[in-house]
């Protein structure tokens, strides 16, 4: 007598990404730009309950490895929605889906606040790199 699947079918969903692994492109493409000088960072706390929370944050290597912190993404195990914590300006947004997600994301990423951070981490970078 075989066991009874009581799971039914289950679906492997296809071409979904979750946030981190957007988190891990764009960490990616950063390093890309920079070629290096800047790198984009992802931790992941360790909570008790189903939720996951990641902190991204740029990291500057020839600065003693600063790290600037950027924005904290948290969601539950389905993963939408998610709230994004943008620490530049200390405001906090939902995400209903993975297009809301990707639209925070490049809000922040191309803002204003974030290029100056940019942009002072590589000039500092540079005179760390000149002594």
């Known amino acids: 007598m075989s066991a009874e699947n009581m799971w039914g079918e289950i679906n492997t ?3 979904q990404r ?8 764009q960490a990616s493409i950063l390093s890309q730009l920079t070629k290096g000088v800047l790198i984009g960072s992802i931790e992941q706390e ?5 939720t996951l929370i990641y902190n991204f944050s740029i990291t500057a290597p ?3 490895n600063h790290k600037f912190a950027l924005l904290t993404l948290q969601y ?3 993963i ?3 709230t994004v914590t943008d620490h530049t300006v200390h405001v906090q947004r939902q995400c209903l889906n993975e297009e809301g997600f990707t639209t925070t994301l490049k809000s922040i990423l191309s803002s204003t606040q974030v ?3 940019i942009s002072a981490l ?3 970078s540079r005179d760390n790199k000149e002594v």
């Open 13 to 15: 969903p296809a071409d």
């Open 76 to 78: 539950s195990i389905t």
């Open 115 to 117: 290029k100056r951070v």
């Open 122 to 124: 590589l000039i500092q």
């Open 46 to 50: 360790s909570t008790t309950n189903n």
């Open 18 to 25: 979750t946030p981190k692994s957007i988190l891990r492109e």
């Open 62 to 64: 020839a600065i003693n």
């Open 80 to 82: 939408y929605p998610l």
